[in-house]
């Protein structure tokens, strides 16, 4: 059975999701894509059973999709975007 559904605020038109430690913690993350506002936003895992408010980064524009990898080699978590301009 699942439990009442807790709501997160993003930025506009998030078109575009993928979960990962990405500060090291042990806990996944969420990454979203903000296609309008030309930003990815992170909502930070609390430990708690919830996440903070985004944090967000600076993208090209039009971001249509985000993934994460170890694109550098060095163990950590990276984020990839992709950009429709």
């Known amino acids: 059975m699942f ?18 430690d990405v500060n090291g913690d042990g806990k996944p993350d969420i990454i ?10 992170v909502l930070f895992n609390t430990g708690k059973g919830t996440f903070a408010a985004q944090t967000t980064y600076s993208t090209g524009n039009w971001p249509t999709s985000v993934a994460e990898a170890d694109v550098n080699g060095d163990g950590k978590h990276d984020i990839i975007v992709a950009n429709n301009g």
């Open 32 to 41: 979203v894509a903000n296609y309008v506002w030309n930003n990815v936003g």
């Open 3 to 20: 439990t009442a559904q807790t709501t997160y605020s993003t930025g506009c038109w998030p078109n575009s999701i993928v979960s990962a």
